[in-house]
């Protein structure tokens, strides 16, 4: 079985975006303890800036995927 | 005894070429494949039979290079084309310029099965339908590294700038390896644990040419895939079993890459919607907890704690100028002794009224800062009616109504020209 090499980011981006709507939502919706806001208020920044950072720095790249004799994987560049 | 009229060989031939030209230059004919050779040259010789005889067979190079199907030997095959003499031999052969593999409409026979069993099994259910990440890491693409698909996909994510890493899986798109060569890949990508969408792909063609992709092989792969499928087959017309059975129909390689852009473009729109939300409430959430101090600021119930406390104020410094003024007058008429008992006395009493002043001093730096008049220092009014009741809503005030506003150094008399309520809450 060939060994994954890097952790796929997409699902986890998915989750921390539905997770700062529901913040807005409950920060629209009010009635929310002093503490409360502010926890989410910090929590939705942190969330909106790691998406944001996440989604500027990823770069579009390609890779031909190369099976050997013992059957991995190997990744060379890819022309197009 | 009548002339004999001799011809030649060549004469001969050239009369029956003539004779075949006329009555054959157009025909389809059926049969089966056999001593099939291809030349180097590019032409393809064989021979079509059927039970009881054979014909000669010749498919020229740019005739060959057309053909949608690898002949074989032992093919049944129905062409088009023309009777010819090959007058070098003698012998007549058929010069065909289309062939189509005479199983054709077997081949769409057998999409129609395999389409009805894995329906009645359940495997192009909308239920089974994942969706597709709408910010993927990685997209792995099964298709021919060569050719215009991968090109075309690659170009329209640059197109959208839509940031994504592409592992590309060459296989063969076409012939009959590229099933399994399809169905393996799909199979490897599944123990990989860095793909988040894998796209299926290849351009237009016939029947026979996407017959990969309604193979059941494929089919099950697809089925079994735990990564979402988007298939890209052929063009916006074509529908294949892969099709069917995949997460999400793309109508063509291009429109499989521009789902995933959109997937990032509309990503970047929440997220811009979700940040903006974020602002919007933190503003609205400090606007309302500055009125609701203000208000607190302003309740009467300060008012008293704050009279009280200037009284007891001035009463402490009416008493401690009092007991200055009393030490003054011991010190200038008490001998040394009485003096320095009373300056020990006065020590004590001072440190005591320093303590007490000080303390004083951060009560009154507190209240300073709790004062209405603090908030008129930062740009509010209050606004009071002529009976003096302060105006926190419009509807308590009529138009024309006489109203003073509270500023830090003074007050504003206006009268209500118009009244406007905010259209929110």
């Known amino acids: ?80 | 005894m009548p002339e004999r009229k001799v011809l030649t060989v060549t004469q001969v031939n050239r009369l029956v070429s003539g004779m075949l030209h006329e009555h054959f230059p157009d025909i389809w004919l059926e049969g089966e494949v056999s001593n099939f050779k291809a030349y180097s040259s590019g032409h393809l010789y064989f021979t079509l039979k059927d039970q009881s005889s054979q014909i000669s067979a010749v498919c020229f190079r740019t005739s060959a290079q057309a053909l949608r199907f690898e002949l074989k030997d032992g093919m049944q095959v129905v062409g088009h084309g023309r009777v010819e003499l090959y007058a070098p031999t003698g012998r007549y052969q058929v010069i065909l310029e289309y062939m189509e593999p005479k199983g054709k409409g077997a081949l769409q026979e057998a999409f129609e099965q395999l389409k009805k069993r894995l329906a009645e099994e359940g495997l192009f259910a909308e239920e089974r339908k994942k969706p597709i990440p709408a910010l993927p890491g990685t997209i792995a693409v099964v298709t021919s590294p060569s050719g215009a698909v991968i090109h075309d996909i690659l170009r329209t994510l640059r197109l959208h700038d839509a940031r994504v890493r592409v592992l590309v899986y060459p296989v063969a798109v076409q012939g009959e390896d590229a099933g399994k060569q399809i169905a393996g890949a799909v199979q490897d990508l599944n123990a990989r644990r860095d793909v988040d969408v894998i796209i299926v792909a290849r351009g237009g063609g016939s029947l026979e040419d996407l017959w990969a992709f309604n193979e059941e092989v494929v089919a099950r792969a697809i089925a079994g895939s735990r990564i979402p499928v988007i298939s890209g087959v052929g063009h916006e017309t074509d529908f294949t079993i892969s099709d069917f059975v995949a997460d999400v129909r793309a109508a063509t390689p291009t429109a499989a890459a521009q789902l995933i852009a959109q997937g990032r473009e509309e990503f970047q729109q929440r997220l811009k919607a979700g940040a903006d939300g974020l602002v919007d409430a933190a503003q609205e959430f400090m606007f309302n907890q500055e009125q609701h101090l203000d208000e607190l600021i302003r309740h009467r119930a300060f008012d008293r704690i704050r009279t009280g406390l200037a009284e007891q104020q001035s009463r402490v410094f009416r008493l401690a100028s009092r007991i200055e003024g009393l030490v003054r007058d011991f010190r200038h008429r008490t001998d040394l002794r009485v003096r320095t008992l009373v300056e020990r006395v006065a020590r004590s009493a001072d440190a005591q009224f320093r303590t007490d002043s000080s303390r004083l001093a951060t009560v009154a730096a507190k209240l300073d800062l709790l004062s209405p008049l603090a908030s008129l220092g930062r740009g509010y009014a209050i606004c009071r009616k002529a009976d003096g009741s302060v105006v926190t809503r419009v509807a308590q005030v009529t138009q024309g109504e006489d109203v003073s506003l509270r500023v830090t150094d003074g007050s504003l008399e206006c009268e209500v020209t118009e009244k406007k309520a905010d259209s929110k809450q």
């Open chain 1, 1 to 80: 079985m060939p060994k994954a090499q890097k952790q796929t980011e997409g699902p986890d981006f998915e989750k921390a975006l539905t997770e700062l709507e529901s913040i807005v939502r409950q920060l629209e919706t009010g009635n929310l303890s002093l503490d409360k806001s502010l926890e989410l208020f910090s929590r939705g920044i942190e969330l909106a800036k790691t998406c944001k950072q996440k989604l500027d720095e990823a770069q579009l790249k390609v890779s031909k995927l190369v099976k050997d004799k013992e059957g991995l994987f190997k990744e060379e560049p890819f022309e197009d």
